[in-house]
């Protein structure tokens, strides 16, 4: 008998939650109100009671983090180049330079001795990516950036119910920003949370949200700031709210199978694992990188055809055309190059069978073996 399609990732949304959006859509409310507030303040709760504000996606975030910070023409920002490509493209929206440092090829995160490298006297902010959930090192990052006196924006884009050191990634820091995209770890469809350094943030943070506008009394309106159209529905947040329950399981679910990952997955095939991080890493996603003699498209094809899904998470930025265009070139980023070449998304997601890692496990060593 033909087994089930198993994708890469799936949300597990329950049934309450599906009756709670059915009951926002009845209630006459659907965009941002009180389960925006809601949800805003769950988030708060679970960031140790730091100010957090929600928007309609992980990209939002990151930009009014930005210029939150004060980030604009003639700043140069440094991440980098192994991310979705949002993490750059955000840089460049508000005007300012993005400075890419290479990973590091074990932890394939941003690598801080050339973060430390690549700074400049135009240098105002650091965006490390935790990849995969994995935190970068953030005592070391912090000691960066109060030393050479940098603002970060941390894209935790995928690292929601990570943790670094036994504090959950979003409870300290500078700006942490979140997305709860269809794949992230929880999901409000498309979503994002920003947590500010700073309470005194939020009123210019709801501003830059939603066109500048500040009201007051019964019918005043005033805007003195160009602001975007940023904002979460309540459709979206109530999502968020029936998921945030389920973070712990969820995460503890992703780690049971990245484990047997490891324990499964057939270490003569020349593929690179990822760290086996089992205190702090969320395992949003467990990737691998193929050996050089294996070409991914057809690995992804082959795999397909055997009923799994693989995902690309991610080509390296600077070699889009965009990037290729303002100067950047092939040979800049070598580890960023070949990960960004080889790295394949095996699938993982907290309604998945162990039967089904076993699955992913034996069609990986059919197929690779026969390429190698
Ligand atoms: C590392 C990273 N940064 C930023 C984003 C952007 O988030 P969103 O898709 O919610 O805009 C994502 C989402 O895929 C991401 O993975």
Redesign the pocket.
């Known amino acids: 008998m033909a087994q089930d399609f198993l994708p890469f990732t799936r949300p597990s949304i329950d049934e309450a939650t599906i009756a709670g959006v059915v009951e926002v859509l009845r209630s006459g409310w659907i965009t941002s109100g009180p389960k925006v507030k809601e949800f805003e303040a769950a988030l708060s709760a679970y960031c140790g009671g730091r100010t957090v504000r929600s928007f309609n996606?992980?990209?939002?975030t990151?930009e009014i983090g930005l210029r939150l910070a004060g980030v604009g023409p003639g700043d140069e920002v440094i991440t980098t180049p192994l991310?979705?490509v949002?993490?750059a493209n955000v840089i460049l929206e508000v005007g300012a330079k993005p400075v890419f440092a290479d990973v590091d090829p074990v932890t394939r995160n941003i690598d801080l001795d050339l973060v430390e490298a690549a700074i400049t006297p135009k240098t105002r902010a650091l965006i490390p990516?935790d990849?995969a959930g994995l935190p970068v090192d953030r005592d070391r990052l912090y000691d960066i950036a109060r030393r050479r006196n940098l603002r970060v924006i941390e894209?935790a884009?995928?690292a929601f119910g990570s943790s670094w050191k036994g504090r959950a990634i979003g409870s300290f820091g500078d700006f942490v920003?979140f997305?709860?995209?269809a794949?992230?770890n929880i999901t409000t469809t498309?979503?994002?949370a920003l947590v500010l350094p700073d309470a005194s943030l939020a009123a210019a943070c709801e501003k830059l949200r939603l066109q500048g506008v500040v009201r007051t009394g019964e019918d005043g309106m005033e805007v003195d700031t160009l602001g975007g159209k940023f904002n979460l529905t309540d459709v979206a947040a109530r999502i968020g709210i029936g998921q945030l329950p389920h973070l712990a399981e969820f995460t503890e679910r992703r780690r049971q199978l990245a484990r047997r990952y490891f324990e499964r997955f057939d270490r003569d095939l020349g593929c690179e694992l990822p760290v086996a991080d089992f205190e702090n890493s969320n395992w949003h996603m467990f990737q691998i990188v193929l050996p050089p003699a294996v070409k991914r498209a057809d690995f992804i094809a082959r795999m397909r055809a055997a009923g799994i899904g693989v995902g690309v998470?991610y080509p390296a930025i600077h070699l889009f055309a965009l990037y290729r265009n303002r100067g950047f070139r092939e040979g800049q980023f070598p580890h960023a190059e070949r990960i960004g070449r080889s790295i394949a998304t095996l699938p993982l997601f907290p309604a998945m069978a162990d039967a089904d890692v076993d699955r992913v496990c034996a069609a990986s060593r059919t197929i690779l073996r026969e390429a190698i």
């Open positions: 996606s992980g990209t939002a990151l991310s979705w949002a993490t990516v990849l894209d884009a995928q920003s997305s709860f995209h794949n992230k498309e979503g994002g998470h």
